[in-house]
């Protein structure tokens, strides 16, 4: 391991893990290489570079690290100084858009593959799972399979469910098995609203990301759905998108409308603390900002590897930044994953 230069022990101590990291199927390379196609997933060129395109999403450009074994991956980790990846399929494969059977295959092959991963190096990854949430009882039950079978920590989700949201009733059985067995939820968008007002330079991740997530975390909390299962583990990619900065909108809405009150009996920036969020925000500003509303103890380290929308080097990033104090990094870098995910000491 290499370590980065640091001036106090905390830091030096603490494990770095990275809580947003993806893995794209074998499976899904094999089954291009053999027909072209896995269910209904492809590969394109364009200006000489490979694209992914699945359901409503086209991801890319490919690179090298898309198709890394896991001795390549732990290489890579080791050269940046990298403890242990927070493993989840990439999101472009959360198959929400396939018939429930081909969805609960296709989440059935990415978990077994990941659980494999986690099992040739248990000291560098964690698993989470691919759930067919189109059907909250289906996915209830892959979870519990995920975790119980294949020793999952928890799993990924969209943060709109084919246009429904987090609150809605069918997606409840999620949340109840999720409580039972202690998963950590990891929420991450896909394909976020706007249509075609986002088509243009790359909006649909610039804006609609960081929108949809928004959108998710105002579900759960202004659905009811934190006072229902008040256990629950759930971290938000991107920061939480706008949430927090849309928390002093909320508070004043929820005191001069009906509205905001049906399903709680509290403000709604009250609960932001007791959900997770990621530092992947590209600002150091905005990181302590974030800090300060929901504290350093709710902020896990990430990357978006392999994809290009994260830093290269998520732990040399984050320590760049100022205003942080040595036990805040610490928990950063990898303490609070280490918490929350169980993850036993080094």
Same mark, same amino acid.
């Given at each position: ?6 001036? $106090?022990?905390?830091?030096? =101590?603490?494990?770095?893990?990275? %809580? ?64 242990? $990846? ?5 999101? =472009? ?6 018939? %429930? ?86 929420? $991450? ?27 998710? %975390? ?37 005191? %001069? ?24 925000? $590209? ?25 290009? =929308? ?5 732990? /040399? ?24 995910? /169980?993850?036993?000491?080094?």
């Amino acid at each position: 391991m290499v370590p980065f230069p640091s001036p $106090h022990p905390f830091v030096e =101590m603490s494990m770095r893990i990275d %809580v947003h990291t993806h893995y794209i199927p074998q499976a899904f390379w094999q089954s291009i290489a053999a027909s072209g196609a896995w269910y209904g997933a492809t590969v394109s060129q364009a200006n000489g570079r490979e694209f992914v395109t699945s359901g409503p999403r086209r991801a890319g450009p490919v690179t090298a690290e898309w198709r890394f074994t896991a001795e390549e991956r732990i290489k890579q980790m080791d050269e940046l100084g990298i403890d242990m $990846h927070v493993v989840s399929t990439g999101p =472009m494969f959360f198959n929400y858009h396939l018939p %429930v059977p081909e969805a609960q295959g296709t989440c059935r092959i990415i978990n077994e593959e990941i659980a494999a991963l986690v099992r040739f190096a248990p000291a560098r990854f964690v698993g989470l799972a691919a759930l067919p949430a189109q059907d909250g009882v289906a996915a209830a039950e892959e979870l519990h399979y995920a975790m119980t079978a294949l020793g999952l920590k928890g799993a990924e989700l969209n943060c709109n469910v084919m246009g429904k949201n987090w609150d809605d009733p069918t997606l409840l059985p999620i949340f109840e098995t999720a409580e039972r067995l202690g998963a950590f939820l990891f929420f $991450h968008p896909n394909d976020p609203p706007g249509g075609d007002r986002l088509a243009k330079y790359y909006l649909g991740n610039l804006v609609g990301f960081p929108v949809d997530t928004t959108i998710a %975390v105002a579900s759960v909390i202004m659905g009811g759905v934190l006072d229902r299962f008040s256990k629950l583990k759930l971290c938000f990619a991107h920061g939480g998108g706008y949430a927090c900065w849309a928390a002093g909108r909320w508070d004043h809405g929820y005191t %001069v409308r009906p509205e905001p009150k049906v399903n709680i009996q509290r403000l709604p920036s009250t609960y932001l603390r007791g959900l997770f969020y990621d530092t992947l925000v $590209h600002n150091h500003d905005t990181l302590r900002f974030l800090a300060d509303i929901v504290t350093p103890d709710n902020i896990f380290l990430a990357s978006d590897w392999p994809f290009d =929308m994260g830093p290269a080097n998520p732990a /040399e990033w984050f320590l760049a930044g100022a205003g942080f104090s040595p036990a805040e990094q610490a928990k950063i870098l990898g303490d609070n994953a280490q918490r929350v995910l /169980e993850i036993p000491a080094r």
